[in-house]
């Protein structure tokens, strides 16, 4: 049975209006807002997004006040959200929407702000200025490859394209905001990618998937790459005492030359983070606490003298960024020699390193260390030890 995408507009329409959720970015049609939203919600689900995006919205009101503010503020205001490049690509579009004087409201004008896409464009493009261009992200990807029981990967080459081509066809060109929103929201609810609950679906009387039974053998997707493992001693080494407390850190660089294609080569996850503040580390291959330690000591000595010893272990901790799982071995070391700092390593205080942007494992990092350095527990030495 052909499709009638128009006919299947207006229930659309109806059910989104009826089962929207009442969500900040809803309501406003403000053009700045909305790309922060945008740009939030790549890769980050709506509730952790969420009081990122009141914070960020209350510290930076307008694309006049972000394009003031430092990097490293930008970055401390996004830092916990991860995928860093994002919020470095607002900082830009923020300065470009500063210069021109106004924001841009036309597809093109809004894709040429720094990392802007088609999907981003389209999104910003048709919810505030009401402009006919689809949104093609996953979840409509998703609602789209079932209501044509799409054979191919609809990712690429000919499914992809006619993906977009559906889609286009299906907005509704007078309401190409909500449409939009709603194709997004029903992806994200009843269309889920398991178990959709297709009789509550206003699309459900042309889904060719759920009249043949088969809504969840939909989209035919390309098997997942697989997730890499890394290991890391990290070296928390820190100088002075009480309110003189400091800890050696600096924000992570981006690679270059040699270095950033080893780094592709290794699949690691630092570019990404480029920016953030961090400590010292090694890369070591999977050999538990002995190896980890003697790589860290290995490192902290050639930082701090040879005569640096572990003060204490920290013990071992995992957290993933995309596809990498990574397993941390910290341990703290004190500094009693007072070397020169080579390759940017800097001392500085806890207090001052805490509001600086960090990523979610250094903040837990730390963490860890205020807590083995709390008076009383610095003897123990080995406080912490999570094995
Ligand atoms: Fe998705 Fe089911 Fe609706 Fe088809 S009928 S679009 S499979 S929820």
């Given at each position: 049975?052909?499709?009638?995408?128009?006919?299947?507009?207006?229930?659309?329409?109806?059910?989104?209006?009826?089962?929207?959720?009442?969500?900040?970015?809803?309501?406003?049609?403000?053009?700045?807002?909305?790309?922060?939203?945008?740009?939030?919600?790549?890769?980050?689900?709506?509730?952790?997004?969420?009081p990122?995006y009141?914070?960020?919205?209350?510290?930076?009101?307008?694309?006049?006040?972000?394009?003031?503010?430092t990097?490293?503020?930008?970055?401390?205001?996004?830092?916990?959200?991860?995928?860093?490049?994002?919020?470095?690509?607002?900082?830009?579009?923020?300065?470009?929407?500063?210069?021109?004087?106004?924001?841009?409201?036309?597809?093109?004008?809004?894709?040429?702000?720094?990392?802007?896409g088609?999907?981003?464009?389209?999104?910003?493009?048709?919810?505030?200025?009401?402009?006919?261009?689809?949104?093609?992200?996953?979840?409509?990807?998703?609602?789209?490859?079932?209501?044509?029981?799409?054979?191919?990967?609809?990712?690429?080459?000919?499914?992809?394209?006619?993906?977009?081509d559906?889609?286009?066809?299906?907005?509704?060109?007078?309401?190409?905001g909500?449409?939009?929103?709603?194709?997004?929201?029903?992806?994200?609810?009843?269309?889920?990618?398991?178990?959709?609950?297709?009789?509550?679906?206003?699309?459900?009387?042309?889904?060719?998937?759920?009249?043949?039974?088969?809504?969840?053998?939909?989209?035919?997707?390309?098997?997942?790459?697989?997730?890499?493992?890394?290991?890391?001693?990290?070296?928390?080494?820190?100088?002075g005492?009480?309110?003189k407390?400091?800890?050696l850190?600096?924000?992570?660089?981006?690679?270059?030359?040699?270095?950033?294609?080893?780094?592709?080569?290794?699949?690691?996850?630092?570019?990404?983070?480029?920016?953030?503040?961090?400590?010292?580390?090694?890369?070591?291959?999977?050999?538990?606490?002995?190896?980890?330690?003697?790589?860290?000591?290995?490192?902290?000595?050639?930082?701090?003298?040879?005569?640096?010893?572990?003060?204490?272990?920290?013990?071992?901790?995992?957290?993933?960024?995309?596809?990498?799982?990574?397993?941390?071995?910290?341990?703290?070391?004190?500094?009693?020699?007072?070397?020169?700092?080579?390759?940017?390593?800097?001392?500085?205080?806890?207090?001052?390193?805490?509001?600086?942007p960090?990523?979610?494992?250094?903040?837990?990092?730390?963490?860890?260390?205020?807590?083995?350095?709390?008076?009383?527990?610095?003897?123990?030495?080995?406080?912490?030890?999570?094995?």
């Amino acid at each position: 049975m052909p499709l009638d995408l128009p006919t299947l507009r207006r229930p659309l329409l109806r059910w989104y209006a009826a089962a929207k959720r009442d969500l900040p970015w809803r309501r406003t049609l403000d053009p700045y807002s909305i790309l922060v939203s945008e740009l939030m919600l790549q890769q980050t689900q709506v509730k952790t997004a969420l009081p990122y995006y009141e914070k960020f919205l209350k510290r930076f009101p307008t694309a006049k006040a972000l394009a003031a503010a430092t990097e490293e503020q930008v970055l401390a205001a996004w830092a916990g959200l991860g995928y860093y490049r994002r919020a470095r690509f607002l900082h830009a579009a923020a300065k470009a929407v500063t210069a021109a004087g106004a924001f841009p409201s036309t597809i093109e004008g809004i894709r040429e702000l720094p990392g802007v896409g088609a999907y981003t464009a389209a999104a910003v493009g048709s919810i505030c200025f009401n402009l006919p261009a689809a949104v093609v992200d996953g979840n409509v990807i998703r609602v789209l490859a079932r209501l044509l029981a799409l054979e191919a990967d609809p990712t690429k080459g000919g499914g992809a394209q006619a993906i977009k081509d559906t889609a286009q066809a299906f907005l509704d060109p007078n309401h190409p905001g909500d449409f939009n929103q709603a194709m997004m929201e029903l992806g994200a609810s009843l269309c889920s990618p398991t178990k959709p609950q297709c009789p509550a679906c206003p699309l459900k009387g042309q889904c060719a998937a759920f009249l043949a039974h088969k809504a969840e053998d939909f989209p035919k997707l390309p098997e997942r790459a697989e997730g890499k493992v890394l290991y890391k001693s990290v070296v928390l080494a820190v100088r002075g005492k009480g309110a003189k407390l400091q800890v050696l850190a600096q924000p992570r660089k981006l690679a270059k030359g040699a270095a950033k294609a080893k780094a592709a080569e290794a699949g690691r996850a630092a570019d990404r983070l480029q920016g953030l503040w961090s400590f010292p580390e090694v890369e070591i291959t999977e050999g538990g606490l002995e190896m980890a330690e003697a790589a860290a000591l290995k490192e902290a000595r050639r930082l701090l003298g040879k005569q640096t010893d572990v003060a204490g272990r920290l013990g071992k901790h995992r957290h993933n960024i995309t596809i990498y799982d990574i397993h941390l071995w910290p341990f703290w070391f004190r500094d009693e020699g007072g070397m020169d700092m080579k390759g940017g390593w800097e001392w500085v205080g806890i207090a001052a390193l805490e509001k600086k942007p960090l990523a979610s494992a250094e903040k837990k990092l730390l963490g860890l260390l205020k807590d083995a350095l709390e008076p009383g527990r610095e003897e123990q030495g080995q406080l912490g030890l999570k094995i």
